[in-house]
């Protein structure tokens, strides 16, 4: 079955950068929408940035102005690009697809990847 997987995590200092990516493993026919989530320690899972065909990306307001999402159809892959990073951003990373398949349609979630903002 097809699998997510995201790359790009560490550390990063405060008013930074980090660049994720998420890659789909097997055959994709093609993406009805990608998305990246984050959880803090003790905080629910909250959407980041999700992107759907050619509609302009939504984005949490707390990260809108420093984090752009992009989507790379031909690769199937997701990216998150975030700037000005603060402590706040800290958590675990997950990349979302919900993908077309010969005969499917599903939504997958990748292992997840975790991010640190600190000094």
């Known amino acids: 079955q097809v699998h997510l997987m995201e790359s790009g995590g560490g550390t990063a200092q405060p008013g930074g950068s980090l660049r994720l990516s998420c890659t789909a493993s097997g055959i994709v026919f093609s993406i009805r929408s990608m998305a990246w989530y984050r959880q803090a320690p003790g905080k629910e899972r909250e959407l980041v940035a999700r992107v759907q065909g050619e509609s302009d990306p939504e984005y949490a307001t707390a990260v809108k102005g420093r984090f752009i999402i992009s989507l790379d159809n031909a690769k199937s892959s997701v990216y998150l690009q975030m700037d000005s990073l603060g402590p706040e951003d800290t958590g675990v990373y997950y990349c979302?697809?919900?993908?077309?398949?010969?005969?499917?349609?599903?939504?997958?979630w990748g292992p997840g990847i975790a991010v640190t903002v600190s000094s």
């Open positions: 979302f697809g919900d993908l077309v398949g010969r005969g499917w349609e599903a939504e997958f």
